[in-house]
C-alpha cells in the first residue's frame, strides 16, 4: 500500500465546488470528489496551525495542555511510527511554521523532507533595498513606515516569485510529484505535500485573478491582500476584494491538485494508494463583522472543514458522502492501519475505515477550541462554545519544548516554572507547568453561545436552550476527562 496527504492550510470548504459554492472555479475539487468519499461533518480539533500539526502527528488533542509549539518528547508521530515499522515517509512542504522555533520538531520524525521556502514571513529573501509600499488592509490601523518584520521579508520575498514556476506553491507540488514520478512503482511509502497555501497574505499572481471577472483594487504595487486578526473596519468594496483574492488563491490550490489526480491516473495509483485531502482549518473573510482567526469565536466558516479520502480498499465509495463527525486527529490512525499497523494508546483519533465504508463509528461530539479560549462542541447539528466562567484565572502551559511561534520562552517567563504531571499521555514525564503571558488571543471575552446549524446556518440567532446546553457542557466535561486536562481548567471553565 502506498499513501498521498495533500495538506492546504486555510482552505474553506464554502469556497469549494463540492460544498456547494457555485462562483469559485475549482474543478479538481469537483474531480476529486468523484473519486473520493466526501465528509460533511469534519471538525478541527486543535487551533491554529502548528497545535492543528500536532494533533495530525499525534492523533491526540493539543489545546487542553499547550498552545503553539514542537512535537514532544513523548509523543507519538505517525510519520515516525510508519518510519519505524519499514514504510518511507517523506515530507514536501513550504508550511514555513515547520522550521521556526516553535515548529522545529515536526520535519524529522519523517525518513525525508524536503522544505521550500518563501510563504508569508519567511525569513529567506535578501533584498535591503526593497521598498515597502504596498498598502494592505491594516492601512490606517498600523503605521506603514514601520510595518513589521513579517510584511518586510514577505514584501522580499515576492521579489523572487514573480512567475508561476518560482512561487512556492507550485514548487512544493512539482517536488511532491517528482517523488510520486520516481517511486510510483515501489511499495509500502507515505507522501504528504503540504502548502500553506491558501493563508494569508493572499499573494497570487495576475493570471490566478484572471480567472475572475472583477476589476480588483489597487495594483502590483498596492495590493490588499492581507487581512488582520480583527473586526472589520474597511469598506464592503475592500471586503468583497479580499475575498476575490483568497478565491484566486483557492484557484491556484485547485490547479495543482488536479496535478496530483493527474498522476494518480498515469500511474494507475488508484490501485493501491490512499489519497487524503485536508486542511487545518478555515478562516473569517468578513463575516460575523471579523477577519481572520484566533481573536473571535470559532464559528463554522473557521471550525468546519473539507475533508476528502479515496481509499483504494474501497472503490465503491467513490462518489459518496458522510455524515459522520470526524477530526484531524482521525488522519493518523487512518493512515497507520491502511499499513497494517495499529495506534498507540495514546492516540484518540479512530481509524475512518468503517466510516469510508458507510458502517459509522465514530463520535456522538466533537470538541474543540484554542488554548485558554472558549472549548467548542458540535454534534453535527448544533455548535455551542463555552466561555470561561472565572477568566481572571491563570492560563497554564504544560511542555518540555518552550517556544512560542518564532521564539523560545524567555528567562523571565521561565522564572516561576513548576514541575507538573505526569499526565497520562507523557509516558511517565514531568513536564513544566509555565504561567502563559504571550497569548495568541482568548476568545473567553465573548459569552457562551449555542446556534443551530439547521436552522440558522449563518450563526446569527443564539439559541436559549438550557437542557441542550447542560449536554454539551456534559460532553466537554467528558472530553477533558478522556484527555486528562489540568486541573485548574475545569475551574477556569466552570466545568
Given at each position: 500500500m502506498k499513501c498521498v496527504l495533500v495538506m492546504y492550510d486555510t482552505l474553506r470548504r464554502d469556497y469549494l465546488a463540492p460544498y456547494g459554492?457555485?462562483?469559485?472555479?475549482?474543478?479538481?475539487?469537483?474531480?476529486?470528489?468523484?473519486?473520493?468519499?466526501?465528509?460533511d461533518q469534519s471538525w478541527v480539533g486543535s487551533m491554529p496551525c502548528m497545535p492543528a500539526r500536532r494533533e495530525l502527528q499525534s492523533g491526540r488533542p493539543n489545546f487542553y495542555h499547550r498552545s503553539w509549539g514542537p512535537?514532544?518528547?513523548?509523543?507519538?508521530?505517525?510519520?515516525?511510527?510508519?518510519?519505524?515499522?519499514?514504510?518511507?515517509?517523506?515530507?514536501?512542504?513550504?508550511?514555513?511554521?515547520?522550521?521556526?522555533?516553535?515548529g522545529c520538531?515536526?520535519?524529522n520524525r519523517y525518513s525525508s523532507w524536503q522544505a521550500v521556502r518563501g510563504q508569508e514571513g519567511d525569513r529567506w529573501h535578501a533584498d535591503l533595498g526593497v521598498t515597502y509600499s504596498r498598502r494592505t488592509v491594516y492601512e490606517g490601523r498600523r503605521n506603514l513606515k514601520d510595518p513589521g518584520p513579517l510584511m518586510k521579508h514577505d514584501a522580499m520575498n515576492r521579489l523572487a516569485m514573480t512567475s508561476e514556476e518560482n512561487?512556492?506553491?507550485?514548487?512544493?507540488?512539482?517536488?511532491?510529484?517528482?517523488?510520486?514520478?520516481?517511486?510510483?512503482g515501489k511499495d509500502d511509502w507515505f507522501l504528504q505535500i503540504e502548502t500553506f497555501d491558501p493563508h494569508e497574505p493572499f499573494y497570487s499572481l495576475p493570471s490566478d485573478k484572471a480567472l475572475y471577472p472583477y476589476g480588483f483594487i489597487g495594483d502590483d504595487e498596492a495590493d490588499f491582500d492581507w487581512p488582520p486578526y480583527a473586526r472589520v473596519g474597511e469598506?464592503?468594496?475592500?471586503?468583497?476584494?479580499?475575498?476575490?483574492?483568497?478565491?484566486?488563491?483557492?484557484?491556484?490550490?485547485?490547479?495543482?491538485?488536479?496535478?496530483?489526480?493527474?498522476?494518480?491516473?498515469?500511474?494507475?495509483?488508484?490501485?493501491?494508494?490512499?489519497?487524503?485531502?485536508?486542511?487545518?482549518?478555515?478562516?473569517?473573510?468578513?463575516?460575523?463583522?471579523?477577519?481572520?482567526?484566533?481573536?473571535m469565536p470559532m464559528f463554522t466558516e473557521i471550525s468546519r472543514t473539507p475533508l476528502f479520502i479515496y481509499d483504494p480498499r474501497h472503490p465503491d465509495s467513490c462518489g459518496q458522502r458522510r455524515e459522520d463527525l470526524v477530526q484531524l486527529m482521525d488522519i493518523a490512525p487512518t493512515i497507520l492501519a491502511l499499513f497494517g499497523l495499529d495506534k498507540t494508546p495514546d492516540m484518540l483519533g479512530v481509524d475512518l475505515e468503517t466510516v469510508i465504508e458507510g458502517k459509522g463509528g465514530t463520535r456522538g461530539m466533537a470538541v474543540f477550541g484554542y488554548h485558554g479560549s472558549q472549548v467548542c462542541a458540535t454534534d453535527g447539528r448544533h455548535l455551542y462554545m463555552h466561555s470561561a466562567r472565572n477568566p481572571e484565572m491563570s492560563v497554564y502551559e504544560y511542555t518540555l519544548m518552550p517556544t512560542h511561534m518564532r521564539r523560545m520562552f524567555s528567562p523571565d517567563e521561565l522564572g516561576n516554572v513548576e514541575l507538573a504531571g505526569p499526565f497520562s499521555f507523557t509516558k511517565?514525564?514531568?513536564?513544566m507547568?509555565?504561567?502563559?503571558?504571550?497569548?495568541?488571543?482568548?476568545?473567553?471575552?465573548?459569552?457562551s453561545a449555542l446556534y443551530d446549524l439547521e436552522a440558522d446556518p449563518d450563526q446569527e440567532r443564539p439559541v436559549d436552550d438550557e437542557d441542550l446546553v447542560s449536554r454539551f457542557q456534559d460532553e466537554i466535561r467528558r472530553d477533558m476527562g478522556k484527555n486528562d486536562a489540568p486541573d485548574e481548567l475545569y475551574e477556569r471553565l466552570g466545568l
Amino acid at each position: 500500500m502506498k499513501c498521498v496527504l495533500v495538506m492546504y492550510d486555510t482552505l474553506r470548504r464554502d469556497y469549494l465546488a463540492p460544498y456547494g459554492c457555485a462562483w469559485t472555479i475549482t474543478p479538481n475539487f469537483d474531480r476529486l470528489a468523484r473519486h473520493s468519499v466526501v465528509f460533511d461533518q469534519s471538525w478541527v480539533g486543535s487551533m491554529p496551525c502548528m497545535p492543528a500539526r500536532r494533533e495530525l502527528q499525534s492523533g491526540r488533542p493539543n489545546f487542553y495542555h499547550r498552545s503553539w509549539g514542537p512535537m514532544e518528547p513523548f509523543d507519538d508521530s505517525f510519520p515516525e511510527i510508519l518510519k519505524k515499522n519499514g514504510i518511507y515517509s517523506h515530507l514536501v512542504s513550504d508550511h514555513q511554521h515547520y522550521w521556526e522555533d516553535g515548529g522545529c520538531t515536526y520535519h524529522n520524525r519523517y525518513s525525508s523532507w524536503q522544505a521550500v521556502r518563501g510563504q508569508e514571513g519567511d525569513r529567506w529573501h535578501a533584498d535591503l533595498g526593497v521598498t515597502y509600499s504596498r498598502r494592505t488592509v491594516y492601512e490606517g490601523r498600523r503605521n506603514l513606515k514601520d510595518p513589521g518584520p513579517l510584511m518586510k521579508h514577505d514584501a522580499m520575498n515576492r521579489l523572487a516569485m514573480t512567475s508561476e514556476e518560482n512561487t512556492c506553491q507550485s514548487i512544493t507540488f512539482r517536488e511532491g510529484l517528482a517523488f510520486i514520478e520516481r517511486n510510483h512503482g515501489k511499495d509500502d511509502w507515505f507522501l504528504q505535500i503540504e502548502t500553506f497555501d491558501p493563508h494569508e497574505p493572499f499573494y497570487s499572481l495576475p493570471s490566478d485573478k484572471a480567472l475572475y471577472p472583477y476589476g480588483f483594487i489597487g495594483d502590483d504595487e498596492a495590493d490588499f491582500d492581507w487581512p488582520p486578526y480583527a473586526r472589520v473596519g474597511e469598506d464592503e468594496e475592500t471586503v468583497r476584494h479580499v475575498r476575490y483574492e483568497y478565491a484566486a488563491l483557492v484557484s491556484k490550490c485547485d490547479r495543482y491538485l488536479g496535478h496530483v489526480l493527474d498522476a494518480f491516473d498515469r500511474y494507475g495509483l488508484w490501485k493501491d494508494t490512499m489519497l487524503i485531502v485536508a486542511t487545518d482549518h478555515g478562516f473569517l473573510l468578513g463575516e460575523h463583522g471579523w477577519w481572520g482567526k484566533t481573536e473571535m469565536p470559532m464559528f463554522t466558516e473557521i471550525s468546519r472543514t473539507p475533508l476528502f479520502i479515496y481509499d483504494p480498499r474501497h472503490p465503491d465509495s467513490c462518489g459518496q458522502r458522510r455524515e459522520d463527525l470526524v477530526q484531524l486527529m482521525d488522519i493518523a490512525p487512518t493512515i497507520l492501519a491502511l499499513f497494517g499497523l495499529d495506534k498507540t494508546p495514546d492516540m484518540l483519533g479512530v481509524d475512518l475505515e468503517t466510516v469510508i465504508e458507510g458502517k459509522g463509528g465514530t463520535r456522538g461530539m466533537a470538541v474543540f477550541g484554542y488554548h485558554g479560549s472558549q472549548v467548542c462542541a458540535t454534534d453535527g447539528r448544533h455548535l455551542y462554545m463555552h466561555s470561561a466562567r472565572n477568566p481572571e484565572m491563570s492560563v497554564y502551559e504544560y511542555t518540555l519544548m518552550p517556544t512560542h511561534m518564532r521564539r523560545m520562552f524567555s528567562p523571565d517567563e521561565l522564572g516561576n516554572v513548576e514541575l507538573a504531571g505526569p499526565f497520562s499521555f507523557t509516558k511517565g514525564c514531568r513536564v513544566m507547568r509555565i504561567e502563559a503571558r504571550d497569548r495568541m488571543g482568548d476568545t473567553t471575552s465573548f459569552v457562551s453561545a449555542l446556534y443551530d446549524l439547521e436552522a440558522d446556518p449563518d450563526q446569527e440567532r443564539p439559541v436559549d436552550d438550557e437542557d441542550l446546553v447542560s449536554r454539551f457542557q456534559d460532553e466537554i466535561r467528558r472530553d477533558m476527562g478522556k484527555n486528562d486536562a489540568p486541573d485548574e481548567l475545569y475551574e477556569r471553565l466552570g466545568l
